[in-house]
């Protein structure tokens, strides 16, 4: 049995069609008993079809194993086998049926950990239709479109999930830690009997990296050889668990993996055109992009891995003069212990070449009896999509998302109101809506809502996406918001989805990811009624108490800032999940505009039950729409808010984007043409630092910016009154021009401070 049906498409199956694998009847299971050692959550697995207790470990170790050994007479190898992550209890169980007998015949004795990592299933069901295509994908945009997808979904808490069982099977109560122990006392009691060999496939080699210095620490002379078959362990993972090892407690390694370009010609999941390793590196691991032993360009790129496996030739040659050995899929020739023919990251463990290679460096011989050619009898859980279902042209789609319900101390009044209000008025000028609020409004949905909105659009659709919550600023963690000139601390503006105190912020970069796969011709406009502010607070130390002043107001008819400044315990939990992603390189063209509540010196209001930008901008949109320019659009929004200084909406985007029609096709529409996004740089810089203004003006800059925001303006909406009801802007009395000059000095000091503005959602 293969992980390779796990992996890859079969062209001669039907799309939707799926092959049952045969149950292991209960005597082949008696029969596999002294061979496999089944875990789940590293622990010793008491349901399913194959259980496991220490004294079936135990008499592996008093009873088979020795039986065995005194049959062939010598040193017998003894080998460790631990499957790749695709796969479930049964496809394990296969895989160690097919390989048992193989072994023995060979004067091996196997045990094949059999962890029940079921990835294959899991992650289809977490990218959901995804994984059948998607309508209106652009060819050379969907794999990416596809990893943000399994990145935004729940791809990486699944493969998290799978190593922690990798990892917590050799701890102090794991089932591999007894196993471990028991092989120690046998090695004591029967010293210069057998020799110790293991064997990872795929996620195999993140288990083996816990699991082999566990062995060594529990008396085990030495490993004599180790085969890992496209590894996908992390690059500093394996350095610090393997490396020290090869020569020493590890005295041979060998990688059996593809080419580059075999990696890239691979597919898995149905719809990605990439081998798994691929997959994992852009969207299974907390850092995006992070290396992977597996892949030849990580390899090569890394000097102290280049240097074991001798690297120094040219890309696809075999390794030379390193202390560990690299096997390229296709090697069909050279020495009989170093081919592989494998063309599909889940087929190492059934290609012929490669299991007889490992064979010989485990044996030291040979002359072995050939791996037995299998039929792949798998589940075919990742069909191929069928052709993607036509779209109009001229498609009008919008998400709208609406967040009241934080938890603690964070509740807001007026969001869904405003979703709801947004909505009302995209359907109205011919939008379908999806709405997002409250409880499912969770960093996953909408990420993958926007993905789905920018995703499945084609050339001459015209998208909306509104979000209406708080905004907040979290550390950067990948330095693309460093600026020249500036070694303090940087920071990326972020959204705060109803779970974003467990560390699920949505930042600028995750919107950037989206927003880059807008296929050409299409329109997106976004409209964020909160506050954003992040990398402008650099030099800024804002305390909660600053911002409860300004939100203190706990009637739903109150006035409230939509803004909050992140605690440690969430800050921590962000960079837990994040790691320290390393980041492919700047964004593509910025094509998307954005109008945001207030520019990055101000903080956003919402007044007796709506954000007061929305009050002010979504009655504007059935009237502008196809009528007005971007531009015309918030001069009308801005008259609204004349008469309320504390508070200047502002757009965001290409500058060419200010004279397109407001809510029109890119093509087709009047004033409205593609052309205009030729030449265009990235979104203008709107947060430039004031001329001359240094950190000393900082604190008072933050303190009058504070007293300005609180005091100007009387309350909107008092009393209960719906301001959306019948005015299409707040009401107000106008302040004198004293307060609005006081206002203005306090926005232009206030901006030697925030660097940045609301703008650095989506700018490069």
């Known amino acids: 049995m293969s992980e390779s049906s796990l992996a890859k498409s079969t062209s001669s199956a039907h799309p939707n069609a799926t092959k049952r694998r045969p149950l292991i009847s209960k005597s082949e299971l008696d029969k596999l008993r002294p061979h496999v050692v089944n875990l789940s959550g590293g622990k010793f697995s008491s349901t399913g079809a194959f259980t496991t207790t220490k004294k079936d470990v135990d008499a592996i170790f008093a009873t088979h194993l020795p039986a065995f050994v005194a049959e062939q007479g010598g040193v017998v190898p003894l080998v460790f086998y631990a499957h790749g992550g695709l796969v479930d209890e049964q496809s394990g169980l296969s895989i160690a049926q097919a390989q048992v007998d193989w072994w023995k015949s060979n004067g091996v004795y196997p045990i094949h950990f059999v962890w029940e990592t079921s990835l294959a299933g899991a992650i289809t069901s977490a990218v959901g239709d995804w994984a059948h295509g998607r309508r209106g994908w652009l060819d050379e945009a969907k794999d990416r479109v596809f990893e943000l997808a399994a990145r935004f979904g729940q791809g990486q808490a699944i493969w998290g999930q799978m190593k922690q069982s990798a990892e917590a099977a050799s701890a102090d109560d794991g089932g591999a830690r007894y196993v ?49 078959l496209a590894p996908a362990v992390r690059t500093d993972v394996f350095e610090k668990q393997i490396l020290p090892l090869v020569g020493h407690g590890v005295k041979s390694l060998a990688v059996f993996t593809m080419t580059e370009k075999l990696e890239r010609d691979d597919t898995c999941l149905g719809a990605y055109g990439k081998s798994l390793l691929y997959l994992v590196r852009a969207s299974f691991e907390p850092e995006e992009f992070f290396p992977i032993l597996g892949l030849e360009e990580c390899l090569r790129a890394d000097p102290m891995l280049a240097k074991l496996f001798g690297l120094s030739g040219t890309s696809g040659s075999p390794g030379a003069g390193g202390a560990a050995d690299i096997v390229w899929s296709k090697t069909t020739s050279g020495p009989l212990t170093s081919r592989t023919t494998s063309i599909s990251h889940g087929g190492f463990d059934n290609d012929i070449p490669t299991m007889d290679s490992v064979a010989r460096r485990v044996t030291g011989r040979s002359r072995i009896r050939s791996f037995p050619a299998t039929r792949d009898l798998g589940d075919e859980l990742w069909p191929v999509p069928g052709p993607a279902a036509p779209r109009p042209v001229g498609t009008h789609q919008a998400l709208c998302v609406g967040i009241n319900a934080y938890p603690g ?75 020249a000139g500036n070694a303090e601390t940087k920071y990326d503006e972020a959204l705060c989805p109803i779970d974003f105190r467990e560390g699920n912020l949505i930042i600028d970069d995750d919107l950037g990811e989206i927003f880059d796969q807008l296929p050409d ?68 063209l910025a094509r998307e505009v954005l109008f945001s509540a207030c520019k990055p010196t101000e903080v956003a209001y919402e007044t007796g039950g709506h954000g007061d930008f929305t009050v002010a901008a979504s009655l504007l949109v059935v009237p502008s729409a196809n009528r007005l320019t971007n531009g015309e659009f918030l001069l009308k929004v801005r008259e609204a808010f004349s008469s309320q200084p504390r508070q200047n909406p502002d757009f965001n985007g290409a500058r060419a984007a200010k004279s397109r029609i407001f809510l029109a096709p890119l093509i087709g529409g009047v004033g409205a043409s593609a052309v205009d996004l030729a030449g265009v740089g990235s979104s203008v810089g709107l947060g430039a630092i004031a001329a001359g203004a240094g950190s000393a003006a900082i604190p008072g800059a933050i303190s009058a910016l504070l007293d300005a925001a609180a005091g100007v303006g009387p309350e909107v909406g008092a009393g209960g009154i719906d301001p959306l ?40």
């Open 180 to 228: 471990a122990d028991a092989l120690g006392v046998y090695c004591a009691a029967h010293a210069d009997t057998i020799s110790v060999h293991a064997i990872g496939h795929s996620a195999g080699s993140i288990f083996h990296s816990f699991f082999l210095p566990t062995v060594l620490k529990a008396g085990v002379p030495a490993i004599g050889t180790l085969s890992l």
């Open 725 to 764: 009801a019948g005015s299409a802007g707040p009401a107000g009395v106008m302040g004198s021009a004293g307060s609005r000059e006081t206002d203005a000095a306090a926005r232009a000091l206030a901006a030697a401070a925030f660097l940045r503005a609301a703008a650095d959602f989506i700018d490069g």
């Open 521 to 588: 011709g299409v329109s997106l406009t976004a409209f964020f009624d909160s506050c954003h502010s992040g990398d402008g607070q650099r030099r800024l130390q804002l305390q909660p108490a600053d911002v409860a002043d300004l939100s203190a107001a706990s009637a739903p008819h109150g006035r409230r800032v939509r803004f909050i400044i992140p605690d440690e315990q969430t800050s921590r939990n962000y960079r837990a999940k994040r790691g320290t992603p390393a980041r492919a390189g700047k964004r593509a």
């Open 409 to 483: 101390g964070d509740a807001l009044y007026g969001c869904v109101a405003d979703a709801e209000a947004w909505a009302t008025q995209f359907t109205a000028a011919g939008f379908a809506v999806r709405t997002v609020l409250d409880a499912e409004a969770t960093r996953q949905n909408i990420l993958l809502g926007l993905l789905d909105l920018v995703a499945s659009s084609v050339v001459g659709d015209v998208l909306a996406f509104q979000y209406a919550g708080h905004g907040t600023y979290v550390d950067d963690l990948d330095g693309d918001e460093s600026e």
